[in-house]
């Protein structure tokens, strides 16, 4: 059967884009499924402040009436000021296993990227950082984090046959909790050197409301530090609340660590959480009836730690704040029994990140891909 491809514009058009790979993705076990009202938020311009510096279309695949495959196109008109470019992003990237899906989507993105004026396209992005990104190239048999995206392996072989190619890769580590041996000696001297030499001390975080008390200040200088990572776009002070809201209310005190300098002023932060992988699996995707039990329970299952966020300011950098913070997450860890942790998605170009891991038996069990083309290749 050919393909068709729509915009979703209505709201119950957005509600099946973001329902499309609940099919695809049926009965796999590795697949995390977002909660539906979360990414319907996300594509709703009057919410997410995101849409003030971008402009998006959702196209839905369809196959004799039936959805097949979604693609999310956006014109994020700050990163194309920030980088000089004329890019249209893909994300929200899904499709049966049928070539003719994702021709027919990319047809449609690259039409709509025309008629803006754009000559490349990347992804998979999102309108942020903190969205969603990069296509799954390694680690199919792995179970997902909420912070990553799942595809099947089929996706990176479409896209080298509509001519992408690699632009950079992300990787993820799985290390192993240090029950047996506890933090090594020689992180805990250095990191006892670090905090006396640069007169840091830690913050700490008494209560949920303590973190959102504290939220501007940490995604301001999550802003700050991610200035120069590739693909990173400035967030508005509007963006900014919105994320404190979305996700700050949810974490364990214990489990974000902060570092003050001298005067004061926040200069690094690690913000780490439960996995939530198999709740969200149970959830289905719904927090009413008992998704939100699922969650509560997960917040309190001490098996793998995700890290989620973290950054140093730039002027403080090289000078051990990092592993400061590493070191008290894994004091953290030990205590509340977590046996695993997830490192989540790091730039394949930044050692300086992957090399504290390896004091912890990293495993390097997940890649991911951004890709690009120009417009017409």
Known sequence: MSITVKPAQTKSEIRKFVKVPFAIYKGNPYWIPPLIMDDIATFDRAKNPAFAQAEARFFIAYQDGRPVGR????????????????????????????????????????????????????????????????????????????????????????????????????????????????????????????????????????????????????????????????????????????????????????????????????????VTMPSLSKAMQKARGRLFPLGWLYMLKALKTYEVIDFCLAGVRKNYRGQGVDLLMSVEIVKSSLKKGFKYAESNQELENNPKVQAQWKYFNPVNHKRRRIYKRAIGQ
């Open 71 to 270: 693609l999310a196109a956006i014109i994020s008109h700050v990163a194309n000021k920030k980088y000089g470019t004329k890019d249209v992003r893909f994300g929200w990237f899904d499709t049966i296993e049928d070539e003719e899906v994702p021709r027919a989507l990319f047809a449609a993105l690259e039409a709509w990227g025309r008629e803006n004026g754009m000559e490349t396209i990347t992804g998979p992005h999102g309108f942020t950082d903190l969205d969603p990104q990069g296509m799954l190239i390694q680690g199919f048999d792995k179970l997902g984090t909420i912070a990553g995206i799942y595809n099947h392996p089929y996706y990176s072989q479409y896209m080298e046959k509509l001519g992408f190619q690699k632009e950079i890769d992300y990787v993820e580590f799985l290390s192993t909790v240090p029950h047996e041996t506890g933090v090594p000696e020689k992180l805990v001297r250095l990191a006892d050197r670090v905090r006396e030499r640069g007169n840091f001390r830690l913050l700490e975080f008494k209560s949920r409301k303590d973190i959102v008390d504290h939220g501007e200040e940490i995604f301001q200088l999550l802003d700050e530090s991610f200035e120069e990572i590739y693909g990173s776009v400035p967030m508005t002070h509007e963006q900014i609340h919105y994320y404190v809201k979305k996700y700050l209310p949810f974490t364990d005190p214990e489990l974000i660590k902060a570092v003050l300098n001298e005067s004061g002023e926040m200069i690094g932060f690690l």
